[in-house]
């Protein structure tokens, strides 16, 4: 079965500094990846999609793929307060329509 | 904007109960899911959907069925609630993207369920 981890934290970053969050998987056949943002009691907002080696820049976030050593991460600089969530990594096959995600890591941004 | 919508956000509900749970999206998206969350396990996928009437067990879909008669609505249902059943579901939908065939799901707000 594929497993996608991620540290489960608190992470926690000072206001203004990079945040670095990190998920590995398990399946080589993977081919895309997220990062979903989900808010307490809220439901799960996609922030970055990477699908080659690299890295993937959308204003202050960066996200950053190596296949082969099966591991994706997420970077966030200039963390904010409003950073403070938690972040879901997913993985999937390509054409497959379903993703599995890790159980999340949690960040907090202290001000 | 992609919009999911779930009916009920907050339900309490008694053991043997039958509960419905109703989604619907705006997108003409061809997929849907229902998955349930709960601390420490993340998101766990219990029926897919990817076409009217078609349907996939997820991860754990023992004690659940689900229904889709229409292409925007995607329905899950608990045969007999148990208090195990108390748990956020998440309705999502999503389209196959040809040229990254790729698809990026979209959640609705959430059903906080809870059995009693």
């Known amino acids: 079965q594929k497993e996608v981890e991620q540290n489960s934290g608190p992470l926690s970053v000072p206001e203004g500094a990079i945040a670095s969050l990190n998920c590995t998987y398990s399946?080589?056949?993977?081919?895309?990846f997220f990062w979903y943002r989900q808010y307490s009691g809220k439901s799960p907002e996609l922030i970055m999609s990477i699908y080659s080696n690299g890295d993937k820049e959308d204003g202050r976030f960066t996200a950053q793929l190596n296949k082969a050593s099966q591991y994706v991460s997420l970077l966030i600089r200039d963390s904010q307060p409003s950073d403070s969530a938690t972040y879901l990594c997913?993985?999937?096959?390509?054409?497959?329509?379903?993703?599995?995600f890790g159980t999340g890591t949690r960040l907090t941004i202290i001000p | 904007d992609v919009k999911v919508t779930q009916s009920s956000r907050y339900l309490v509900k008694r053991t043997g109960e039958k509960v419905f749970l109703e989604c619907v999206q705006d997108?003409?998206?061809?997929?849907m899911f229902w998955y349930r969350q709960d601390p420490g396990l993340g998101l766990r996928l219990i029926y897919f959907s990817y076409d009217v009437k078609m349907k996939e067990k997820g991860d754990i879909p023992e004690g659940y069925s689900v229904s889709r008669e229409k292409k925007e609505r995607f329905s899950l249902i608990l045969e007999s609630a148990s208090t195990n059943q108390t748990s956020m579901y998440l309705c999502?939908?999503?389209?196959?993207?040809?040229?990254?065939?790729?698809?990026?799901?979209?959640f609705g707000e959430g059903s906080w369920l809870t059995v009693v």
């Open positions: 999502a939908s999503s389209s196959y993207k040809s040229r990254q065939g790729v698809n990026t799901i979209y």
């Open positions: 399946d080589r056949v993977s081919q895309s």
């Open positions: 997108m003409d998206h061809e997929n």
């Open positions: 997913a993985e999937s096959d390509f054409g497959n329509e379903k993703l599995t």
